[in-house]
Each structure stands twice: as structure tokens, then as C-alpha cells.
């Protein structure tokens, strides 16, 4: 009911935890190109599947009452992080693989090509990093759902299911092919939550409606926060 006109009052409101994933999301984006292309990685199509990715977690904690909306939404902005990386760090191991992909290679294809993906990358440098376990462990692990049964039940499994299940609706979001990731959506959303087809689609329709004002708008604050 009150105008938010102070950082502490903003704090008071977002909550310390909100505002630390924010601080920690806005970092990493004030240190990367925001547009263009090195060799044949886009860093346009990067932040675009980045930034989708997070919004469809969020959205997805918040229809499944998971109490891990942030954690969700900061998972899903680091969840193509290491490619990022292998492309800026690795070029001449990682460029063969980005012009057999078109320039956006599935984690089975690195793990083919490489011997690693880039999640294994991302995890290891978000350890590394001392973040804590919650995210690294996500991160690492949502790219092959069928691991997470190796995790001990609980935030961090729950989590990482979440996560992969974001991915999913990115790549009906993003892909060309939509029918095999929707299906999937469809069979694991039903299977864990109860959730049927057509609360699913209706999320999806209201992503893809909305989301591009909502990439607008944080572009333009991460573009005010650092220039």
C-alpha cells in the first residue's frame, strides 16, 4: 500500500533472499555481451533461451505451489551457462560442435563430441564459485531427468525435476520441432503433479503472449542497472 522509494524498504518487501538471487542474476548479466555472435555461438539466442528458461521455471514453481520460485528462476538463468563458456573458453574443441548443431548443440551431443556438456562446466564453476549446494546440484543434474532419482528426496531433487521440466517448455517455446517437448511436458507434468494437458497449455500460452514484454523489461533494467 505504500510507494517502494528505498532499498530497505524494497528489501523489507522482496525479502532478503529474493533480493540476493536478483543481485547475484543482474551481476552475471552486466558482465556479458547482450548481443552478436563469436564464431558460431549466438549470444542473442543465448540470453533469449536463458531468460525464457527462468521465466518458465518460475512459472512452473508457481503452478506447482513449489515454495522454490527464485531458486527456480536463477536455475534456469544459469541453465545454459556452460555453453557460454565452452564457446568464450574451449573455441577450437567447441566450434566443431556448435556447426553440427546449428549452433545450439544438445547436451548428448557434447557428451559425444567432448566427453563432458556443458552443464557438467556450469556446475563445476558454480561450486567453484561458492554457491551453494541447491543450485550447483541443479544445475548439473537437470539435463538428464532420469538421474535425479539419485539424489536424496528432497529441495534439491525437487528442484532439479523443476528445472528439467523448464527446459522442456523452452524448447516448445524456442525449437522448431515443439510436438516431441510438449508431449513430454504433457507426460511428466501429469506423472508428478496430477497437472493435465491442458493447464500446461495454458501456461505455455500465456509464456509465450506475455514473455516478450517480460524479456523486454529486464533487459532494460539490467541495460539501466550497468550503463
Do not use: N
Not at 43 to 56: G, K
Not at 165 to 179: P, W
Amino acid at each position: 500500500g505504500k510507494s517502494v522509494t528505498t532499498l530497505q524498504r524494497a528489501t523489507m518487501l522482496l525479502g532478503m533472499k529474493t533480493v540476493k538471487l536478483m543481485a547475484l542474476s543482474f551481476s552475471m548479466a552486466g558482465a556479458l555481451p547482450k548481443k552478436g555472435k563469436q564464431g558460431g555461438f549466438s549470444f542473442t539466442e543465448y540470453w533469449h533461451r536463458s531468460l525464457v528458461c527462468a521465466i518458465a521455471a518460475r512459472s512452473l514453481a508457481r503452478l506447482t505451489k513449489s515454495p522454490q520460485g527464485d531458486e527456480a528462476f536463477l536455475c534456469g538463468l544459469f541453465a545454459h551457462f556452460g555453453k557460454l563458456v565452452l564457446a568464450r573458453c574451449l573455441p577450437e574443441q567447441y566450434e566443431p560442435v556448435l556447426a553440427e548443431s546449428a549452433g545450439w548443440p544438445a547436451v548428448a551431443l557434447e557428451e559425444e563430441r567432448l566427453g563432458f556438456s556443458s552443464t557438467d562446466v556450469c556446475a563445476s564453476l558454480l561450486k567453484g564459485w561458492d554457491l551453494p549446494e541447491l543450485i550447483y546440484v541443479t544445475v548439473g543434474y537437470w539435463s538428464h531427468p532420469e538421474r535425479t532419482a539419485e539424489l536424496a528426496e528432497g529441495p534439491t531433487r525437487r528442484l532439479a525435476e523443476l528445472l528439467a521440466l523448464a527446459h522442456l517448455a523452452e524448447s516448445v517455446l524456442c525449437d522448431t520441432d515443439k510436438g516431441t517437448p510438449l508431449a513430454r511436458l504433457h507426460a511428466e507434468m501429469e506423472r508428478q503433479f496430477g497437472t493435465q494437458a491442458g493447464e500446461v497449455d495454458a501456461l505455455l500460452v500465456g509464456l509465450e503472449s506475455g514473455i516478450g514484454a517480460v524479456l523486454a523489461a529486464i533487459v532494460m533494467l539490467v541495460t539501466g542497472f550497468f550503463f
